[in-house]
């Protein structure tokens, strides 16, 4: 039997029905130690299986979102234009088949095939990866798929940032990805990796801001909200930032997770590269988001956690890169 995500009550009841006469009362005048012993092994099989249903009658919410399907390969508008979801509950389907199966708490920390970590961010839908896409984790993609990459012109190591990464590029690697895990069975149908909305972002960078509009009216309008807290100038430590500001030792990109994670355990939300996200910046849809700020970054306005920085989505530079989200999607 397959449970999936948004069965309904109705329909898993229904399968219940049809399964269980399939123990086959009948069988026990067959008689023999070896049937015996089958059906033994399909009355434990199949009682497991019972509770197993009537844990997920009992308490739906538990396996999939409380209000319907939240699908992330067509953002709803809203959405989109940065605006927020009904608050729901995203859990992952705790499938038998699934080799790593994503915990059903909100708590839990799942760790992907690229070694990655994702952590629920309440308020959204979504896992974020508490790094930004590592070298080691781009450089396995364009190994698979001989996608083009130039390397920066200052030195990285593995654990450093993936940089000179289009938007397209970082959409490139999330479906790439998400064929590569469903295939080893990491992931199931209905889930998939993607960039982050401008409106998650914000989520997980603990922004309380306006539903609807798009990312250009929020541009710089949470002042007084860094990364880091409130004061400026930044103390030490806050993050990988411009060398004038003396904040940390790095020249260029630093390895991810240097310095400390905010209260969600996500690393680097602000400094070290600037992140794709999947939005337009306004209505035209020419230039897609950035958030975060990189280690080119000084000016204050640029290092408030609500500025959106914004660029064509062609462009590659030094100081920009991408995280990753995981979520569901409609199953196929």
């Known amino acids: 039997m397959y449970i999936g995500f948004r069965e309904s009550d109705t329909r898993i009841v229904f399968s219940v029905c049809v399964r269980f006469p399939s123990l086959g009362i009948m069988s026990l005048s067959m008689g023999g130690v070896r049937m015996a012993r089958?059906?033994?092994?399909?009355?434990?099989?199949?009682?497991?299986?019972?509770?197993?249903?009537?844990?997920?009658?009992?308490?739906?919410?538990?396996?999939?979102?409380?209000?319907?399907?939240?699908s992330l390969a067509t953002i709803p508008a809203n959405e989109a234009r940065g605006g927020?979801?009904?608050?729901?509950?995203?859990?992952?389907?705790?499938l038998p088949h699934l080799r790593n199966p994503i915990p059903l708490t909100s708590q839990s920390v799942w760790t992907n095939t690229l070694a990655v970590p994702f952590?629920?961010?309440?308020?959204?839908?979504?896992?974020?990866?508490?790094?930004?896409?590592?070298?080691?984790?781009?450089?396995?993609?364009v190994t698979a798929s001989g996608r083009l990459w130039e390397k920066p012109q200052f030195e990285q190591d593995l654990n450093h940032p993936a940089v000179n990464v289009t938007w397209h590029d970082a959409r490139a690697f999330c479906d790439w990805l998400t064929r590569e895990e469903r295939a080893a069975g990491w992931l199931a149908t209905n889930q998939a990796y993607r960039l982050p909305t401008d409106a998650e972002w914000s989520v997980a960078a603990g922004l309380t801001e306006r539903e609807g509009g798009w990312p250009m009216n929020k541009d710089c309008q949470v002042k007084g909200a860094y990364p880091w807290g409130s004061q400026w100038p930044p103390p030490r430590g806050a993050g990988n930032y411009k060398p004038v500001l003396g904040v940390d030792d790095f020249e260029h990109t630093s390895p991810v997770g240097s310095f400390a994670a905010n209260r969600l355990g996500l690393y680097d939300l602000g400094g070290n590269v600037w992140q794709w996200c999947e939005d337009g910046y306004d209505g035209k849809q020419k230039e897609r988001v950035l958030r975060g700020g990189s280690w080119l970054t000084d000016y204050p306005d640029y290092?408030?956690?609500?500025?959106?920085?914004?660029?064509?989505?062609?462009s590659s530079f030094g100081f920009i890169g991408f995280r990753c989200v995981l979520g569901e999607v409609k199953s196929p």
């Open 303 to 314: 290092l408030l956690s609500s500025f959106r920085d914004e660029y064509p989505p062609g």
């Open 38 to 70: 089958k059906l033994l092994g399909r009355l434990i099989w199949q009682a497991w299986l019972f509770f197993a249903v009537v844990s997920v009658v009992l308490h739906p919410t538990e396996l999939r979102a409380v209000d319907g399907d939240a």
């Open 119 to 141: 952590v629920r961010v309440p308020g959204t839908l979504v896992w974020f990866g508490v790094w930004d896409v590592r070298v080691r984790d781009y450089q396995a993609f």
């Open 84 to 94: 927020a979801s009904p608050a729901r509950t995203l859990v992952a389907p705790a």
